[in-house]
């Protein structure tokens, strides 16, 4: 292979792909390199090499297949309607979730007080015949020392 | 007057079906030789271009206009032949066989080749081909069996045009490599 500094530029000008000057410069340089002449001549014979093999025609069922395809377009009208449907099934999805978020806020938190601490109600005060003897006379006591005050 | 692919373009989005099949008309052939090249076999090139014209009526709304409309198919088709080809494995080294009589003549530079050689000599290019690594491959058969201007090809791969010249460079480079036995 030719490391000429203009080899990089013979695949460009066989393509006929340079700038009117380039192109000109690269057959002037052609002329008078060996390498990049033989270069030339060996892109040349790759491209007839690759452009003499007849490729297979498309077989006819090939083109019935594809035929198949074309009555399966999607119109801009059903493309619309299908955008429109998925915005209004993302809407419904998310109005559902916020009211179960918002439900679940409204239940009692699980640490607080249960229902039936707050609601039950004191056990009356034990009723004499159920207090203690010392209970009863710690009270009898108390009584009668309110009774005394009251008399002065 | 044949209808513009502009026209046939807008008309399929509107669910025109007669111009969706003109656009096939009109194309199915250059990209299934184009599919054959880039796959190698009848089977994979069918399924690719089968594919291609399904990504084609599916993405019509993203056409825009900027490329002509047989680049932009051409750009789906090396999608789907560069999913054909991951499908089917990572790439592997090909060895060369020795190239038919035919073949070795072509790229010696002398006379063109009788059709009864046809079929031996695209099978030594199919064999060419298959030794490419895949970049390089999806860029010859672009050049050399689609026609396509590095500006088309630009288009087509999603690249610079100046990465197209490189890389094209490079290919020839690599198919010369791989000829260098039969080349002069």
């Known amino acids: 292979m030719s490391d000429c500094q203009y080899t990089d530029r013979v695949s460009s000008y066989l393509d006929n792909e340079l700038a009117p000057d380039e192109s000109a410069a690269v057959e002037s340089h052609l002329r008078e390199c060996p390498d990049c002449a033989r270069e030339f001549e060996r892109l040349r014979g790759i491209r007839s090499f690759l452009r003499a093999a007849s490729l297979p025609e498309m077989p006819p069922e090939v083109l019935h297949r594809a035929h198949l395809q074309c009555g399966a377009l999607p119109t801009r009208s059903v493309m619309r309607l299908a955008v429109r449907l998925t915005l209004a099934a993302a809407a419904v999805l998310l109005a559902c979730v916020g009211w179960l978020w918002g439900g679940h806020r409204s239940l009692p938190q699980a640490d607080s007080e249960p229902t039936w601490a707050a609601t039950a109600v004191a056990y009356p005060a034990d009723k004499d015949a159920e207090a203690s003897v010392e209970t009863r006379l710690a009270r009898w006591f108390a009584d009668d020392l309110s009774m005394e005050s009251g008399r002065d | 007057m044949p209808a513009s692919d502009a026209e046939l373009v807008d008309r399929a989005r509107r669910g025109d079906e007669f111009a969706a099949r003109e656009i096939v008309d009109r194309f199915a052939r250059e990209l299934y030789r184009a599919a054959f090249s880039m796959v ?145």
């Open chain 2, 40 to 184: 190698g076999n009848a089977a994979d090139a069918d399924d690719v271009l089968q594919e291609t014209f399904a990504g084609a009526f599916r993405g019509l709304g993203s056409f825009e206009g900027k490329s002509s409309l047989k680049t932009w198919l051409t750009g789906i088709l090396l999608r789907q032949a560069a999913r054909c080809h991951r499908s089917r494995g990572a790439h592997k080294t090909v060895t060369l066989d020795d190239l038919s009589e035919p073949a070795r003549r072509v790229l010696a530079g002398r006379a063109s080749i009788p059709s009864s050689e046809d079929v031996d000599l695209r099978m030594d290019v199919m064999a060419v081909l298959d030794t490419l690594s895949p970049d390089h491959r999806e860029i010859i058969v672009l050049r050399e069996f689609e026609g396509l201007s590095y500006d088309e090809m630009a288009e087509a791969l999603g690249i610079p045009r100046g990465t197209v010249e490189s890389r094209l460079f490079r290919a020839r480079r690599e198919l010369a490599q791989q000829l260098r036995a039969y080349l002069p």
